[in-house]
Every structure is written in structure tokens, then in C-alpha cells.
């Protein structure tokens, strides 16, 4: 493995303002170190809850009904009441940033389990206290070094699943098979995992949605099988309103080792470059013209949005 210093795409300076936030658990506002669920909650127990993740940039929450309307879909499919409307929860957001004063750069966490059960076991109608609302903002911004790093892949033998099993569109509590797909990458010197479909083509990371560049064409996957990442579609968006040929389609290995530019996305790292996968070296190892140019539309589309 090459010399290179650890990062990865969630990596942010740390923050001594983080220590002292106030924290939504249930309609309160709470110090941090006070912010707790209990032992029988239906997410600690079970993962059996879902979350967003979302970024402020100056002064406004970015793609906020996206994010809604991706959490009320897998609440609908997962039979979770969440127990409040998109208004409250909209309210209890910004309650959340006020009471922290938080202006821009923060990142919000905002999980919603089926709350706490009666007994320890699996049936949901153990679950009778009704949901658990967590709202976490912190003060977070991307560490820019990490354009300049690049991140290194590791293709892992973990597969993304099927709708048959756990949909992969599903933000759940329980990131398993994200979590060991990621340490195998890890123990294999790498900095994230990519991750097969069913069938070998290649689809997405851990945490992020993954685009290479060939030719100046932008390839990415279908979208089967991988989280229906909002940045993803906000970067498709992008390409095709400024003629940047974009395809999602299948593709392999073969074609990913060989690519321009490889590039990640995901809320809070909004582009991330890639320089290396499985030991192969992209393009010239540093992020490429069409991730600059794509990167600048994405921010302009946040300014506008
Ligand atoms: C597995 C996975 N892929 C991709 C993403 C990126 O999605 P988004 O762009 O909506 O943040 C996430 C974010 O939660 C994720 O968990």
C-alpha cells in the first residue's frame, strides 16, 4: 500500500463547540451528555429505526424535502409511525439549529426508531411508547485535505443486497453490512469499500453513491441496489442541465480501474475524489477536471436551492 494518510469521507476538524450542543431526544432540548435513550429502545436493541443526514450551508438546510420525503417513504415501508408531520419535524430541525445557534457548516442527524419496547424481542407490537425522535446538529465541516488525499478503495466480497432482503434505499439504524463491508476495506489498507450488485457490476460504497469519469462521460450505477443517495441525484441533475453526457448504467472492475476520475458522493462530503482502487492508480491521482467542474455546479445549485 502507497504512503498515504489515513482519511475518509466523513473526516472534519474536531470542533471544541460540539462539546457543549444541546440535543432533541422526544420533543426536549438537552445537553449533550444528558441525551439518552433507553436500553429498550427499538433502534439500540433491533437497529430498528431510520435516520437522515443533512448539511447546513449559511443559513439554510440543503435539499431539506428531499430528505423527507426519503424518510416518510421508508417510515411508510417499514410501518414506523413517526408520530409527527413533516412541519413538526421541520420545526423541531430548526429548533434544534437556533438552540445551537448554528448559522452554517453543521451537519444534523435526525433519527426516528420505533421506540421503546415493553420487552426485550423483536415483535413491533412490543413497542407500545410510541416513536423515538432524535435530532443531533454539531458543527462539522468536510476537511478540504481530503481533495488533495483522495480516498483509496478496497473492493470487498460483501455485495450490496436485494429489495428481497434489506432494500439497500432503506437508511436504517443497523449499517451491518455497510460496517463490515467498510472494515474489511480497512484491514486491507484502504480508506472505504466498494461495493458489487448481485451480479458483479460495480455500485457503491459504504456510505456513498460512486461515478467515474471516462472520456468525459459520467458513468454511475443504475441505481438499483444502492441507497437513492440525494446527492447522487443532484449530481445527475447537474450534469444534465450543463450537457455533461451522464449515464447510469452497468458497468464493471474493468471499466472502474481504467476510469479518468472516480469520485464519491454523499451529503455531507458533497464530491469526494478517489485515487485509488485495489491498488490500481486513477488517472493522475489528483481530482480531475470534471469532478472540479461538477463540484462548482453542485455548490452553485445550493446557493440557489
Ligand atoms: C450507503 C449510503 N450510500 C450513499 C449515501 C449518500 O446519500 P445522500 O447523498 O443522500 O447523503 C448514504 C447516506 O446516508 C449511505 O448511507
Not at 429548533?95 to 448554528?102: F, K, T
Not at 428481497?164 to 467498510?182: E, G, M, V
Not at 472492475?253 to 478517489?274: K, N, R
Request: glycine share 6%; hydrophobic share 40%; charged share 25%.
Amino acid at each position: 500500500m502507497t504512503e498515504v494518510p489515513h482519511v475518509s469521507t466523513h473526516d472534519a476538524p474536531e470542533d471544541v463547540r460540539n462539546a457543549d450542543i444541546l440535543i432533541y431526544v422526544d420533543g426536549k432540548l438537552v445537553p449533550r451528555e444528558q441525551a439518552v435513550v433507553s436500553v429498550y429502545d427499538s433502534g439500540f436493541m433491533l437497529g430498528d429505526g431510520i435516520w437522515e443526514g443533512m448539511r447546513i450551508y449559511d443559513g439554510h438546510i440543503a435539499f431539506m424535502d428531499e430528505h423527507l420525503d426519503r424518510l416518510f417513504e421508508a417510515a411508510l415501508y417499514i410501518d414506523l409511525d413517526i408520530g409527527m408531520t413533516r412541519a413538526d419535524l421541520t420545526k423541531a430541525v430548526h429548533d434544534v439549529l437556533a438552540a445551537n445557534a448554528m448559522q452554517t457548516d453543521a451537519h444534523i442527524r435526525l433519527m426516528v426508531t420505533r421506540g421503546k419496547k415493553r420487552k426485550p424481542f423483536q415483535h413491533p407490537h412490543l413497542s407500545i411508547f410510541g416513536s423515538t425522535v432524535v435530532i443531533i446538529a454539531e458543527h462539522s465541516k468536510p476537511d478540504d485535505s481530503v481533495i488533495d488525499k483522495g480516498i483509496r478503495l478496497h473492493t470487498v466480497p460483501h455485495h450490496r443486497g436485494m429489495p428481497l432482503t434489506q432494500d439497500a434505499k432503506l437508511n436504517s439504524h443497523s449499517k451491518l453490512n455497510c460496517i463490515i463491508a467498510l472494515n474489511h476495506a480497512i484491514r486491507a489498507g484502504a480508506d472505504e469499500a466498494l461495493m458489487l450488485d448481485p451480479f458483479g457490476f460495480v455500485n457503491t460504497t459504504n456510505a456513498c453513491n460512486f461515478f467515474i469519469v471516462k472520456k468525459g462521460q459520467v458513468w454511475t450505477s443504475t441505481g438499483d441496489y444502492c441507497m437513492n443517495g440525494i446527492t447522487r441525484q443532484k449530481v445527475i441533475d447537474v450534469c444534465r442541465a450543463n450537457d455533461i453526457p451522464v449515464f447510469e448504467r452497468n458497468y464493471s472492475l474493468v471499466d472502474a480501474y481504467s476510469a479518468d476520475e472516480v469520485f464519491l458522493t454523499g451529503t455531507f462530503g458533497a464530491q469526494t475524489p478517489v485515487f485509488e482502487i485495489d491498488g490500481r492508480v486513477i488517472g493522475d491521482k489528483i481530482a480531475g477536471p470534471v469532478f472540479h467542474r461538477i463540484r462548482a455546479l453542485y455548490k452553485d445549485l445550493i446557493v440557489q436551492s
